[in-house]
């Protein structure tokens, strides 16, 4: 038996969406390019995909553009961004500490290309200050990123009120979110938040891996990264994945049909095993925020004197799939930068793990883990001990 509490890193597909997309590989295999009906068929299944992602964030269906992942979307919106404003004087960009690798290593890159950027710190519990970012806003800022949901600790950052911000600005400051870890999971309005861009994946809500898409609010000009045969109104070009975008479709439907049941199975779970360690009275520390600041689907806890990675092989052996927030405990290069950047000490650093749920998961499997990982860590911390 496998418990999978690791729901941020992938997610099974959902029984749907694998046979939307099978039916669409055997039945529906035209090229949606394609102008007999086979293709046609194959155009609407895409356009009936968009127009679910669309309502999903309050946006129009043509400010939905599929992608590979979420990581292309991320790059995608930085790097187009740049390139339509190569003429321009702004040279300037704005990220916080905590972003997902895929913006980190973006920024980087157009740092390399002559870029200024402004890396913001969180507070000590992982929130972003709006305040922060929008202090290092200058004339020269091209863009702000910041994502929603942290996909370390499940906090959620107040990208309404940067958004609001710079658009009250007088100067245009184009905003970005990565929205990987909270597309269809938690409400998002683009327009009520000003959001010039946003990005998502399939494969973190039960759609395969491989299909991403991001919003372009409709006006703002961004180039392609891909030049091609023209697909996605000449801005992503290539063949698009046709199953990919059907699963992703239904499960993005079925992510907003079930969104609360969903969220109050994962609440339940997140409690059970909070409550099933609180019980085996083993010393515990939260990294993340269990009231409205946080999401009941992701929670990080540090177990002090128990190291992260040996803590996973433990938990490993009896079934139970959870994410280290470390790789290694003595290597300060690859502890979670996300946590670095919260300040934590480095017990709390090398004792991380997170736990992220789906809505398939269980109270009792919560109880199980619980049960397993406090038992691993009194035989580490005992080992330790002699
Ligand atoms: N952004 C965030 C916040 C993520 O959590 C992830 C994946 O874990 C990504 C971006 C990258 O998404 P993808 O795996 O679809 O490239």
Aim: hydrophobic share 40%; aromatic share 6%; with cysteine.
């Amino acid at each position: 038996m496998v418990i999978y509490f690791d729901n941020s890193a992938t997610t099974q597909v959902s029984e749907k969406a694998a046979a939307k997309a099978l039916e669409v590989m055997r039945q529906n295999y035209g090229n949606p390019s394609s102008l007999y009906s086979l293709g046609l068929a194959a155009e609407k299944i895409v356009q009936d995909a968009r127009e679910k992602a669309a309502l999903a964030i309050g946006a129009q269906a043509e400010e939905i553009y599929f992608t590979g992942c979420g990581t292309e979307s991320n790059n995608w919106a930085f790097k187009g961004l740049a390139e339509a404003n190569r003429k321009g004087k702004k040279n300037h960009l704005v990220i916080t500490a905590i972003e997902h690798p895929a913006i980190l290593q973006t920024a980087k890159a157009l740092e390399n290309h002559g870029y200024q950027v402004s890396v913001v710190m969180p507070q000590k519990d992982g929130r972003m200050k709006a305040s922060d970012l929008l202090a290092k806003v200058k004339e020269e800022t091209l863009l702000v990123s910041c994502m929603h949901v942290n996909n370390e600790t499940g906090v959620i950052q107040p990208i309404a009120e940067i958004g609001c911000a710079l658009a009250a600005l007088s100067h245009k400051v184009y905003f970005h979110v990565d929205a990987v870890q909270s597309f269809a999971k938690l409400p998002i309005d683009v327009k009520k938040n000003k959001i010039d861009f946003l990005s998502a994946s399939g494969h973190k809500i039960h759609a395969p891996k491989g299909i991403g898409l991001l919003y372009v609010k409709k006006g703002v000009r961004i180039l392609p990264l891909l030049n091609g045969g023209g697909q996605e109104k000449g801005m992503r070009s290539g063949t698009e994945n046709v199953p990919g975008i059907a699963a992703f479709g239904v499960a993005i439907a079925e992510a907003l049909a079930q969104r609360k049941i969903r969220m109050q199975g994962m609440q339940a779970v997140c409690e059970a095993l909070c409550t099933g360690l609180q019980k085996e009275q083993i010393e515990f520390y939260s990294n993340s925020q269990m009231d409205e600041n946080g999401v009941p689907y992701i929670l990080n806890l540090s177990f002090p004197g128990a190291p992260a990675e040996v803590l996973l092989h433990y938990l490993e052996q009896d079934g139970i799939c959870v994410s280290a927030g470390s790789a290694c405990s003595s290597r300060k290069d690859i502890f979670s930068h996300v946590l670095q950047a919260m300040d934590l000490p480095k017990e709390r650093l090398a004792s991380s793990l997170r736990f992220s749920f789906s809505g398939s998961n269980t109270v009792e499997e919560a109880q199980i883990v619980a049960k397993s990982l406090a038992k691993a860590v009194r035989e580490i911390r005992g080992l330790r001990m002699k």
